[in-house]
């Protein structure tokens, strides 16, 4: 079976903090992309990875960084935590080159940054 | 940019059919999915249709691509308690994106 791994399904954090969200995907897909999701705005595109230490911005990257220095694991670092980043992040990985084939989601990580 | 629309809220009775619509605006899309979420998960892939298909049937889904319109559909023969989730449109346009709709959630009701 086919598997993405969020590391933490809810965290709680204060404004300010520096917040690590793992994900590890064990298809050997080449492509990593983390979402947030918030209610009437859908999924959003944040950062995805085509390759390892490869990284390119997705619709709104502001306030958040991206690690991949492996191909089974991507990480979104938030370097200092802000309320308007209670979310719900979603991790997904893809194989292929092209804009093909089936993304495969983890469970979701909710932050909630007070 | 690209951009996905779908309605928000849909209630269907127990054993009728649902259908949920969604309009796209990228003219280059090349697959178009459905995904399914359950309350408290992620996102799992329903069924997807290529952008040169009109209509694609699996079991109980049929998705309708009206490619001239931009407009994709999907409809559920036979809706049970269990399809009650949200369900995204997404369009796959330029080079690893997807764009997801804002989502539609389905109220089956017994």
């Known amino acids: 079976d086919v598997k993405v791994t969020q590391s933490s399904r809810y965290l709680v954090k204060r404004t300010g903090e520096k917040v690590f969200l793992e994900c590890v995907q064990d298809m050997d897909h080449e492509n990593m992309f983390w979402y947030r999701q918030d209610p009437g705005l859908g999924l959003r595109l944040i950062y995805f990875?085509?390759?390892?230490?490869?990284?390119e911005k997705g619709d709104i990257p502001e306030g958040y960084s991206v690690s991949r220095e492996k191909k089974e694991r991507f990480s979104l670092i938030l370097e200092s935590a802000s309320t308007n980043q209670t979310s719900m992040y979603l991790c997904a990985s893809r194989t292929g080159t092209w804009n093909t084939g089936e993304l495969f989601f983890g469970e979701g990580s909710r932050l909630t940054v007070l | 940019g690209e951009d996905v629309e779908q309605s928000l809220f849909l209630s269907v009775r127990e054993g009728d059919s649902s259908v949920i619509n969604c309009t796209y605006t990228?003219?280059?899309?090349?697959?178009l999915y459905w995904y399914k979420q359950e309350p408290g998960a992620g996102l799992q892939l329903l069924t997807y249709i290529f952008s040169n298909m009109d209509m694609k049937q699996d079991q109980r889904l049929t998705v309708l691509l009206n490619k001239k319109d931009k407009h994709l559909s999907l409809r559920i023969a036979d809706t049970q308690t269990g399809d009650s989730a949200i369900y995204f449109c997404a369009e796959a346009g330029g080079y690893q994106k997807v764009t997801f709709g804002i989502g539609t959630k389905l109220q089956v009701i017994p």
């Open positions: 990875s085509y390759d390892v230490k490869m990284k």
């Open positions: 990228d003219s280059s899309s090349t697959y």
